[in-house]
């Protein structure tokens, strides 16, 4: 295996098994699944251009791009079952285009078992890529990991019955474009920037998909305690899943407790409307063995960031996307033994007050205060907004983020998303005039309501985003933050400082591209990037 897509990459990548617990059998199972849907991808876009296209197609491309997206799924039997529909739907898909021809990955015939399996994705890893050029190959794996993190949006906005055929004609349109090794500098360039702007579009849909199902979130106070009794605790990012496990478990004297990226839910009408949506356990993804081996109940892993269970591996459930060899899976829709586990296991002995969060502050929240924001800021009572925000991880270097929040002056606004929050969240910074200092816009799904919130205050002092008194001060862990990345450089957005260690794919020329276009920084120390910022 070779692998470099994450921010926890071993040195160079990893080669005999992920750091993040991926193995090797896993990590080549990936490569020929993402292969194989750059295949299916090429008849999709052959049937297209027909007339036909098929639903099941643009999900299934989607679903398994995304199941290959770091701390997504490890169980080697999911991606041998991916792989066989992948096959599947090709070739049934190809029987509607009797005309069409084709070559590379869309006649490939997979290998019947496993280890076939295994040994005929060793021709497709990162590191046989037929591309040669350095440069070129580097831009050509941001953009495959850019996609990865659009298909994660693409397929979140799907559950809720958003979706965009062009989206999907995009998102397969550069999977198949990553094939070429014809492709300039430029032309790759552009087609990361491409990848940019179909993320945008995606996030997009995935913005209307939770508001209009759940409403827009409020302001919402959030415990962090625990409360006497049988529980359940929601990870990963899936609204859905948390709305129909808080609809089974009503009335059943279970509480419910989000974990990680999960916090945001509690701010959405249609979901805080539950009673027993009980508060805010534990932090984020990398401290889940600790958190989640404390948890007196069972857990139900939604989507990323799953980590190899440990003591509790009989607690915790995936649905969806998620996989680990060895954890029940449950199909989404139907909780019940997830329930029966909780009902079975003690709960909490007591109550506990840990104290509370503030959550809920995405665009509509925002916004219904803009002149109260705009007026604070033309007094100079807000001197400038740091959007602090992305994954969070184990590297210690992380520990930047919470320096930097609490470095911050007071007459600063910091605006947050994501797991990365979690090195800050529960900091009291007091208020100015009213407007907390410490805004939570929501998960990384929500990116684009920050975007939509920086669109907003341009418009309102009549300048580009990058005139206003805004500064971005981002961390990256997996793939969605490439995809969102790609999308504030198609936005033109400058000057972006990205921590904690740049990506292992970028080659010091596309560095330097970067820097020269975008004025891109990596961190540096708290003190000396906020006197770089604030002069
Ligand atoms: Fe390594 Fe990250 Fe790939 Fe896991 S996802 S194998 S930690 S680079
Ligand atoms: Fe976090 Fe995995 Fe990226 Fe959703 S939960 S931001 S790392």
């Known amino acids: 295996m070779f692998c470099y897509q994450c921010e926890q990459t071993a040195k160079g990548g990893c080669t005999k098994a992920g750091v993040c617990g991926k193995a090797d059998s896993t990590a080549t199972l990936q490569d020929l699944l993402l292969h194989l849907t750059k295949g299916l991808s090429q008849v999709a876009i052959a049937a297209r251009k027909e007339g036909v296209t098929d639903a099941r197609v643009n999900?299934?491309?989607?679903?398994a791009v995304f199941s290959t997206l770091t701390n997504v799924n490890f169980d080697d039997a999911r991606f041998v079952t991916l792989i066989k529909e992948c096959v599947a739907l090709r070739e049934a898909l190809k029987a509607r285009v009797p005309g069409a021809a084709f070559d590379g990955p869309a006649v490939i015939q997979p290998a019947a078992d496993l280890d076939g399996l295994v040994a005929q994705g060793r021709q497709y890893g990162v590191e046989n890529d037929p591309e040669t050029d350095p440069d070129l190959r580097s831009l050509k794996h941001t953009l495959t990991y850019g996609l990865k993190g659009v298909a994660a949006y693409v397929d979140h906005a799907a559950i809720l019955g958003q979706e965009d055929e062009k989206v999907h004609a995009s998102l397969q349109e550069l999977l198949v474009a990553t094939l070429s090794t014809d492709l300039t500098l430029a032309q790759c360039v552009e087609a990361a920037l491409e990848c940019g702007r179909v993320n945008i579009r995606a996030m997009e849909l995935l913005d209307?998909?939770?508001?209009?199902?759940?409403?827009?979130?409020?302001?919402?106070?959030?415990?962090?305690g625990a409360t006497r009794g049988k529980a359940i605790l929601v990870?990963?990012?899936?609204?859905?899943?948390?709305?129909?496990?808080?609809?089974?478990t009503e009335g059943k004297g279970i509480n419910v407790y989000t974990h990680g990226e999960m916090l945001p839910c509690t701010a959405y009408p249609e979901l805080k409307k539950y009673k027993h949506l009980a508060g805010h356990y534990g932090t984020a993804w990398q401290n889940q063995k600790k958190e989640f081996a404390e948890f007196p109940g069972a857990i139900l892993m939604t989507t990323n960031c799953i980590q190899k269970p440990t003591t509790y591996l009989e607690n915790i459930f995936t649905t969806g996307l998620v996989g680990w060899p060895g954890a029940v899976h449950v199909p989404?829709?139907?909780?019940?033994?997830?329930?029966?586990?909780?009902?079975?296991?003690?709960?909490?002995?007591?109550?506990?007050?840990?104290?509370?969060v503030m959550t809920g502050f995405a665009r509509n929240a925002v916004m219904s205060v803009a002149d109260t924001v705009i007026g604070a800021v033309k007094s100079g009572d807000i001197r400038h907004f740091f959007l602090v925000g992305g994954c969070d991880g184990a590297k210690p270097g992380r520990n930047y983020y919470t320096e930097f929040v609490e470095k911050a002056p007071k007459d600063t606004v910091i605006l947050t998303l994501a797991c990365g929050k979690f090195r800050f969240f529960d900091k009291k910074l007091g208020d100015i005039g009213g407007i907390p200092r410490l805004l939570d816009v929501g998960q990384c799904n929500d990116a684009y309501s920050a975007v939509q919130i920086a669109?907003?205050?341009?418009?309102?002092?009549?300048?580009?985003?990058?005139?206003?008194?805004?500064?971005?001060?981002?961390?990256?862990?997996?793939?969605k933050a490439v995809a969102i990345l790609l999308s504030l450089l198609a936005l033109g957005i400058r000057d972006i400082r990205l921590g904690p260690s740049l990506p292992a794919f970028i080659t010091p020329n596309v560095l330097s591209y970067l820097v020269e276009n975008y004025n891109i920084a990596p961190i540096s120390t708290p003190d000396e990037d906020l006197k770089a910022i604030l002069g």
């Open 235 to 248: 990870s990963g990012h899936d609204l859905k899943d948390l709305a129909t496990l808080l609809r089974q």
């Open 332 to 356: 989404n829709g139907d909780f019940t033994p997830v329930i029966e586990k909780a009902l079975s296991m003690d709960g909490f002995p007591a109550d506990t007050d840990k104290g509370t």
């Open 455 to 479: 669109l907003a205050l341009a418009k309102a002092f009549d300048c580009g985003v990058n005139d206003l008194p805004l500064s971005l001060v981002l961390s990256w862990y997996e793939q």
């Open 208 to 224: 209307a998909a939770n508001t209009t199902t759940y409403g827009h979130p409020e302001p919402t106070e959030v415990r962090l």
């Open 59 to 63: 999900r299934f491309v989607a679903e």
